[in-house]
């Protein structure tokens, strides 16, 4: 009796792994050949795998997006200020060229004025209310400046000398309000015609060339230079163009409008042209001016 016991049992173990192979040999068909039993339970077991796996990877997602967001942030904050660094750089380096073209064109000028001794200078101060006026610039008496030289840029005549202190120096300019204020010049041509400048036009923005010859012929974009007469300004420094030329009431002279070579409204860098001392000394332009009439 127990051995029939013993072997009922193994029969329907054995029953058991059999039908178990089966299931499992049936599990492993197409979802299309799964028995409903089966499809219920793959659905169930899907559904709770998407029930768990989206939101994982929704949180995944949101937390990567976040610190990508972060990273990119960062990374335009380091962009910006690099590109700020960078605008600031150019601004420096445009500036530096400037300058040095300035210094080069003032080295320039130093080769090309014999008997004069080319002093370097930069301006230090301008009065805002009297811009058209005056400029300081830093050299003075202790580096050989005197009243009445000439000052130039690399571009043309820009003024005087009209006060020294022992480290800096008044420059007046041709643009100065002051009637005093003369320099004898000449228009270049195939008959040289002299005159005075004596005047500035802060509307036009140009100079006057007052007592030129009433029976000569001028033309727009002629050269006008300093005439050398008296002997302080050197002859042929370049003051300007004609733009135009109108006759005075009486018809007794004409009166040319000129175009400053300089540019009046941005100076920086300047020369001082002393006189050579084996040159020796002369009559300044303004008392020469007075004595010959503008020539």
């Not at 976040?66 to 960078?86: A, G, I, M, S």
Request: aromatic fraction near 6%; charged fraction near 25%; hydrophobic fraction near 35%.
């Amino acid at each position: 009796m127990p051995q029939f016991f013993l072997n009922k049992r193994l029969i329907i173990l054995l029953i058991s792994i059999i039908v178990l192979v089966a299931l499992v040999g049936f599990s492993l068909r197409d979802r299309e050949n799964a028995s409903w039993p089966e499809q219920f339970v793959k659905d169930v077991v899907g559904f709770g795998e998407n029930i768990v796996t989206k939101p994982t990877s929704f949180i995944s997602g949101t937390v990567d997006g976040v610190v990508d967001l972060k990273n990119t942030y960062t990374e335009n904050q380091h962009l910006k200020e690099r590109l700020e660094e960078l605008a600031q750089l150019e601004s420096e380096v445009a500036d530096l060229k400037k300058e040095n073209k300035d210094l080069k064109e003032s080295l320039d000028i130093t080769d090309s004025i014999r008997d004069y001794d080319p002093l370097n200078a930069s301006v230090i101060s301008r009065n805002p209310t009297n811009w058209n006026d005056q400029v300081e610039i830093d050299k003075g008496s202790s580096d050989g400046v005197k009243p009445d030289m000439a000052v130039t840029t690399p571009s043309g005549l820009i003024g005087k000398v009209t006060t020294t202190g022992a480290k800096s120096a008044t420059v007046e300019l041709l643009t100065s309000s002051d009637v005093k204020n003369r320099v004898s010049a000449k228009v270049q041509g195939k008959e040289n015609a002299f005159g005075i400048i004596n005047g500035y036009d802060s509307d036009t923005k140009l100079l006057e060339l007052k007592q030129l010859p009433y029976d000569m012929k001028f033309k727009k974009g002629q050269k006008v230079v300093t005439s050398g007469l008296g002997g302080k300004f050197p002859a042929g420094i370049f003051i300007g163009t004609i733009e135009k030329v109108e006759t005075d009431k009486m018809g007794l002279s004409q009166t040319a409008f000129i175009k400053p070579g300089a540019d009046m409204y941005d100076l920086n860098h300047v020369t001082v042209l002393k006189r050579s001392a084996e040159a020796g000394t002369t009559e300044d332009d303004t008392t020469s001016s007075d004595t010959t009439g503008g020539q």
